[in-house]
């Protein structure tokens, strides 16, 4: 009997080749029955998913008139949104500037949140512990933040954190580092969807378990897009970037990025497919290459197999092009 690791990896193999022939069909299929039996064995929680949304939600209208004082600093510059939406191409933008450098995908906020709020749960990230952390000293939390990322940070005036999720602490973030700057990535809802189904993550990280199916990955997003939507009304200091828009119109973009960082503007940002740093996350081939669109509208090469992620998309009023 095969273990379910290795099928996992067996079935994205499989779907490489099969894309390379142009044959989307099997692709999705390998995917489908590679990814059965680890989804068996550990199906998606909806039901905490939806909880920890919700709560996060809760708690950000219940403080939102909270005064906090936070760490002052302005170093951080937070890039967050789903995974394969776009956040490493910002990252190496940004990072092109001679004032920002790259600190990777830093675990450091949510272990500071944990921390400090010294909650006995398993998790890292749960509603009991992020209850606890409204309770905290938010300039305490901020310090213990920028303290943990001094392993890689201080050498310029400014880093950035590109940990996907951190979305789900945005709003801690506002009060613990209120002079921080976050970036957040929105790309087309299927394209992103398809992204992360294609996708092989760290395969036992809790939070990567959505995209062992397409339709779980459909009902994250939703709940994400929501959440992103609540805390863009709610904070001036995010900036919601969508996608296909930096790519429509780089120089606009990119120099309304840069401008919203409070950097000046350097040219080499533009060109950030010069940057010769190195790069350890999916994108690394992308982000050699100048802004292109063909990465838009990929997902349509795995239809009818998008049916019922489309439908339950637009079913949350969340329109799919």
Not at 180 to 185: E, G, H, L, N, R
Not at 293 to 314: C, D, S
């Amino acid at each position: 009997v095969t273990h379910p690791d290795a099928k996992l990896h067996i079935g994205h193999a499989l779907a490489k080749e099969y894309q390379d022939m142009g044959k989307f069909g099997d692709a999705f299929n390998s995917l489908e029955q590679g990814k059965a039996t680890k989804r068996a064995m550990q199906p998606f929680d909806h039901k905490s998913s939806t909880e920890l949304f919700e709560h996060i939600k809760h708690l950000s209208e219940q403080h939102k008139h909270a005064l906090t004082h936070g760490s002052p600093t302005q170093e951080p510059i937070f890039v967050l949104g789903m995974p394969r939406s776009g956040t490493t191409l910002v990252e190496r933008i940004l990072s092109s500037h001679s004032d920002v450098q790259s600190a990777g995908e830093l675990q450091d906020f949510g272990l500071s949140v944990k921390k400090l709020s010294q909650t006995q749960t398993p998790h890292v990230l749960d509603t009991q512990t992020l209850t606890k952390a409204y309770e905290l000293d938010f300039n305490q939390l901020g310090t213990t933040y920028l303290n943990a990322t001094r392993v890689t940070t201080g050498s310029h005036k400014h880093f950035i954190d590109k940990l996907p999720f951190n979305f789900f602490y945005i709003d801690l973030i506002t009060k613990a580092l209120p002079n921080a700057k976050i970036i957040c990535m929105l790309r087309d809802p299927m394209d992103t969807c398809i992204g992360n189904y294609r996708q092989l993550f760290t395969i036992n990280n809790p939070y990567y378990a959505y995209s062992l199916d397409l339709l779980d990955t459909a009902k994250f997003y939703s709940r994400f897009y929501k959440l992103m939507q609540h805390f863009s009304a709610l904070h001036s200091n995010i900036k919601l970037v969508k996608y296909e828009e930096l790519v429509a119109k780089p120089e606009q973009q990119i120099k309304e990025l840069v401008s919203f960082c409070n950097l000046e503007w350097q040219a080499q940002c533009i060109d950030f497919h010069l940057n010769t740093a190195p790069v350890s996350t999916a994108s690394k081939v992308q982000v050699r290459q100048p802004l292109n669109n063909k990465a838009i509208g990929r997902w349509k090469a795995f239809k009818p197999h998008t049916n019922a992620a489309v439908e339950y998309l637009l079913s949350q009023g969340i329109s799919v092009e």
